[in-house]
C-alpha cells in the first residue's frame, strides 16, 4: 500500500502542477549566476511553511532537481556557472559553445542529466531501506560520530581551509543550541530575553545566510553585461546518446556514491567524475578543455545522480547530504516529520512519495530542458539592478512570514552580513547552516552516549574503538583532521619522496 | 574569490572579532550549568564555543602573518552598492510593520532600481510596479502568505474587487 504512494504526485494534479512550476523555476534559478537553489529552497520554506507537507516538498523536489542542472545551461553559454554543481561543466562546455555547437551541448548535457539522474533515484530506492534497517543497530555514539563527520566533510572539501570550516560548523552548532535546553528547559544563551526561548528561527538563519549574503556578494557585479548566444537545434542525436551513454552510467555511479556521503554534494561529484572521465577516456575526439562531449557528460550525469545520493543519508540517518537537504530536512521538522530511520518504519509512504516526486521532476527536466530556450535565454538576460532587490525583497518578507515577527527579520540581515563577510573572507557557508541541524542530533546523543557510559569518557573511547562501526567512523573522522594538517604533508614526503 | 594566501582589508579586523565572539560566548556557555558533569546542559554548548575559540585563534594567528593584499581601503570588500542595499534593508524592514508590504516594497524597489540601473524615475517606477505585482500575486493571493497591511486597507481593497467582479456585490 505505502508504495501507492509513489504515484501520488504522478495523478494528483496540484501535486503534479508543483512538481513541474518547481522543476521550471529551479532550472531557471540554477541558471541565473548568483541565484542558487540553496538560496531558493531555504526563501521558498518561509513562504510554505503553512503548506501542506505534500505540497511543499514537491515543489522544493523539483526546484532542487531542476536548479542542480539548471547551472549547466549558463556554465555552457556564458562560461559562468550558474550552480557550484557546474563548475567542470563549463571547462568543456563552453569550448563547445565557442565552436558554434551550444545547442548540441545543452541537448548533451540535459539528457546526461536526466540519466544520471534516474541512476542516483535508483540507488536511493534500493540502498535506502537497507541502509535504514542497518541504522536501527546505531548506537547514540554512532550518530554523534556520524554528524561530526558530515560537518567536517563539508569544512574540508567545500572550503580553502579546514580550521574555517570547523569554525562554521562550531557556529552553527552554537546558534542550534539557543533557547531552552529540550531536556532540562535551561535557558542555553538566551541573555534573558523571552524571545529567544525558543531557539532563533532556523529559517531566519537560512535565508540570512544563502539568501542575503549571496545576493549582497553579487551586488558587486551588478554592472556586469550579459553576454549573447546564438542556439539552433538542441535535441541531441540518438547515435550520440547511445555512444556517451557508458561514460555517462559510469559518472552517475560516482555521483550517487559522492552525493551519499555526508556533508558532500553535487560539486564535489561533478569535479570527481570529470576527472574520473579525462583519466579513462583515451582517444577524446578533442582533448579535455577544449570541447570534449566526455568533458560535459561526466560532471552532468554526476551532479544529478548525487541528488538521488544526497538523499540516501537525509532519510535514513537524518543525516543531510548537501546544503538542499539540510534544509529539506528543516522543512520536514517544521511540518512534524523526523528523517532517521524511523521515518522508513513509521511514515514509509513519505518515502515512496519523495522517490515518485524525484522520478517526475527528472521527467520534466529533460522535457523542459529540451524546450523553451528562446525564453531562457531573454530570463538569463535580466539585469542585476533588478534582480537582486528583489530577492533581498523576498529574503526579508520570507523571514517575516514564518512568525510575523519582526525579530527574525533583524536575525535574518544579521547573519545576512555576517555570512557576506565570511564568504568575502573564505568562511564556508554550508557548515554553519548543517551545524544548526545538526546541533540537537548531536547534543542528545551525545549525552545518551555519555550517560550510557556512566558519564566516563574512557569508556565511551573503549565503545568506539570495540566496536567495527564506531571504529571506523571514528578513523575516518581522525583522518579528515590529520589530513588537514601540515603532518599529513611531511608523512607524504617522507614516504614518497618526489623523483628528481 | 578570496585569495588565501594574501590578506584581504579589514580581514584582520574581521579575524579578531571571531576571536572576541567565541572568547565571550564560550564564557556565556560556562554560564549555562558551570562544569558539572559531561551530561550536563551546559556541556555540549562548551565544547562547541570551545572548539570556535581554538579555531577562531588559529585563524586569526594565520591572518595575521598573512602579506596584505594589493586591494586598498574599505571599498575593496565593501563597495557602494552593497553598503547602500544593506541600509535599504534595514530601514525596510523598520518601516514594514508600521507602513504596510505594498508602499514600503513599492518604494524599496524603486530607490533601488533607480539607484543601481541609472534609468529615470519614470523606468524605475514602472518596473518596480510590474515586479510588486508579480511578487504580490504569487506570493500574496497564490501562496497566501499574510504580509502586513499598515496604511493600506488591503482587505477591504480585495474584498471590493472581489465583489465587482462578481456582479456589483450581490
Known amino acids: ?500 | 574569490m578570496h585569495d588565501p594566501s594574501r590578506r584581504l582589508p579589514g580581514e584582520r579586523l574581521f579575524s579578531l572579532l571571531l576571536v572576541a565572539l567565541s572568547l565571550f560566548l564560550f564564557y556565556e556557555a560556562t554560564k549555562i550549568s558551570g562544569f558539572e558533569g559531561l551530561s550536563a546542559p551546559g556541556s555540549f554548548p562548551m565544547f562547541a564555543t570551545g572548539s570556535m575559540v581554538i579555531t577562531a585563534v588559529i585563524v586569526a594567528l594565520q591572518t595575521v602573518r598573512l602579506p596584505e593584499s594589493d586591494e586598498h581601503g574599505w571599498r575593496a570588500i565593501l563597495p557602494g552598492f552593497v553598503i547602500f542595499m544593506a541600509v535599504m534593508m534595514i530601514f525596510y524592514a523598520l518601516a514594514l510593520k508600521p507602513v504596510g508590504f505594498l508602499p514600503t516594497s513599492f518604494v524599496f524597489l524603486l530607490i533601488s532600481t533607480k539607484v543601481m540601473m541609472r534609468s529615470s524615475l519614470a523606468k524605475a517606477a514602472l518596473i518596480s510596479a510590474l515586479s510588486l505585482a508579480l511578487v504580490y500575486v504569487v506570493f500574496r493571493l497564490i501562496f497566501s502568505v499574510l504580509m502586513p497591511e499598515g496604511i493600506v486597507p488591503e482587505r477591504e481593497i480585495i474584498a471590493g474587487m472581489r465583489s465587482i467582479l462578481s456582479g456589483g456585490g450581490q
Open chain 1, 1 to 500: 500500500m505505502d508504495f501507492a504512494h509513489f504515484f501520488m504526485s504522478w495523478i494528483d494534479l496540484q501535486l503534479l502542477s508543483l512538481v513541474a512550476i518547481g522543476t521550471f523555476a529551479g532550472i531557471y534559478v540554477g541558471a541565473i549566476p548568483g541565484l542558487s537553489v540553496t538560496m531558493a529552497v531555504s526563501i521558498l520554506i518561509s513562504f510554505t511553511f503553512s503548506w501542506e507537507m505534500y505540497d511543499a516538498l514537491s515543489l522544493m523536489i523539483g526546484i532542487y532537481m531542476g536548479g542542480v542542472y539548471g547551472g549547466s545551461r549558463t556554465a555552457i553559454l556564458l562560461n559562468i556557472p550558474g550552480a557550484p554543481s557546474a563548475i567542470a561543466t563549463a571547462m568543456d562546455g563552453y569550448p563547445l559553445a565557442q565552436k558554434g555547437l551550444a545547442g548540441e551541448a545543452i541537448g548533451l548535457s540535459t539528457t546526461m542529466s536526466a540519466v544520471g539522474g534516474f541512476v542516483g533515484i535508483a540507488v536511493l530506492g534500493f540502498a535506502a531501506p537497507a541502509v535504514s534497517e542497518f541504522a536501527l543497530t546505531f548506537q547514540p555514539r554512532d550518530y554523534l560520530l556520524l554528524a561530526v563527520l558530515g560537518i567536517l566533510l563539508v569544512g574540508s572539501l567545500s572550503g580553502e581551509s579546514l580550521v574555517k570550516g570547523i569554525f562554521a560548523g562550531a557556529l552553527g552548532l552554537t546558534i542550534g543550541c539557543v533557547g531552552l535546553d529540550p531536556l532540562t528547559a535551561q535557558e542555553r544563551f538566551t541573555f534573558g530575553q523571552i524571545e529567544l526561548w525558543g531557539g532563533i528561527s532556523f529559517i531566519a538563519v537560512m535565508i540570512g545566510l544563502f539568501g542575503v549574503s549571496e545576493a549582497l556578494q553579487q551586488l558587486q557585479h551588478v554592472d556586469s553585461e550579459a553576454v549573447k548566444q546564438v542556439i539552433r537545434r538542441i535535441v541531441p542525436q540518438w547515435s550520440s546518446v547511445v555512444k556517451y551513454l557508458p561514460i555517462s552510467m559510469q559518472s552517475s555511479l560516482i555521483g550517487v556514491i559522492i552525493g551519499a556521503l555526508p556533508g558532500t554534494g553535487g560539486d564535489i561529484a561533478a569535479l570527481m567524475s570529470y576527472d574520473y572521465a579525462k583519466r579513462v577516456t583515451k582517444n577524446p575526439e578533442v582533448p579535455f578543455g577544449q570541447g570534449a562531449k566526455e568533458g560535459l557528460i561526466a560532471p552532468e550525469a554526476a551532479n544529478n545522480a548525487a541528488v538521488g545520493g544526497a538523499f540516501v543519508p537525509m532519510l535514513t540517518l537524518g543525516i543531510p547530504g548537501d546544503a538542499v537537504t539540510a534544509i529539506i530536512i528543516g522543512a520536514m521538522f517544521i511540518h512534524g516529520l523526523n528523517p532517521g530511520p524511523m521515518l522508513m518504519i513509521e511514515r514509509p509512504e513519505m518515502f515512496w512519495f519523495i522517490l515518485g516526486a524525484l522520478v517526475l521532476a527528472t521527467i520534466f527536466m529533460l522535457i523542459f530542458g529540451l524546450t523553451g530556450i528562446r525564453l531562457f535565454v531573454k530570463i538569463v538576460e535580466l539585469p542585476r539592478a533588478v534582480l537582486f532587490p528583489l530577492i533581498l525583497l523576498l529574503s526579508i518578507v520570507g523571514a517575516f512570514a514564518v512568525n510575523n515577527s519582526i525579530i527574525d527579520v533583524y536575525f535574518m540581515l544579521g547573519f545576512g552580513v555576517l555570512g557576506y563577510f565570511m564568504k568575502m573572507y573564505g568562511y564556508q557557508i554550508g557548515p554553519v547552516i548543517l551545524g544548526v541541524i545538526l546541533s540537537r542530533l548531536i547534543d542528545d546523543n551525545w549525552r545518551r552516549a555519555i550517560i550510557s557510559d556512566q558519564e566516563s569518557l574512557p569508556r565511551l573511547f573503549h565503545g568506539i574503538f570495540t566496536s567495527p562501526l564506531s571504529a571506523v567512523l571514528m578513523i575516518a573522522v581522525i583522518l579528515i583532521f590529520v589530513s588537514n594538517t601540515p603532518l599529513w604533508s611531511w608523512g607524504k614526503r617522507k614516504l614518497f619522496p618526489a623523483q628528481p
